[in-house]
């Protein structure tokens, strides 16, 4: 499900996923463009064509969880990070249940790339649209990081 206001992306969901979309983000307005825009870079996304996203995005959140969503976009395509890395990148190291928290709370998935963080053992754990996809998130970019 995406979401959008007149300027940016303010939600990206899967449907039947863990995280449910906060419905008043998702006003949908008479210019399709982002939507257009994002829904162009998703195909080549999966396509294995694109890593990096332009499409403008804004993300409702506290300050907190705002840094945490800056700091994973900061996470190279194919690689994977811990939420005490992420803590740490962030500049406060004892927030990794916060980190965590905010990860299961972004509103913009495969943008905001929170499938990029794993657990401190390697272990995949926790994502709104279920282990599977991240799974499969995580597969997919690693197949097409070499390319």
């Known amino acids: 499900m ?18 449910t979309p906060d419905l008043e983000i998702c006003e949908i307005t008479d210019d399709y463009y982002v939507l257009k825009n994002l829904t162009v870079e998703l195909d080549a996304y999966f396509a294995g064509t694109l890593r990096t ?16 969503w800056e700091a994973l976009q900061t996470i190279p395509y ?9 803590a740490l990148h962030i500049g406060n190291p ?11 709370h972004n509103p913009i998935s495969i943008v905001i790339p929170c499938h990029r963080v794993i657990g401190a053992s390697g272990k995949l754990v926790g994502y709104g649209g279920g282990l599977t996809v991240k799974e499969y998130l995580l ?9």
């Open 2 to 19: 995406l979401c959008a206001n007149d300027d940016a992306i303010t939600g990206l969901y899967f449907v039947g996923g863990i995280t």
């Open 94 to 104: 004892a927030a990794v249940r916060a980190v965590g928290g905010a990860n299961h």
């Open 139 to 147: 597969q997919h970019e690693n197949n097409f990081r070499r390319n």
């Open 78 to 86: 194919g690689e994977t990070i811990s939420y005490k890395e992420l």
């Open 53 to 68: 996203f332009t499409t403008p995005i804004n993300p409702t959140g506290t300050p907190f969880r705002q840094k945490v």
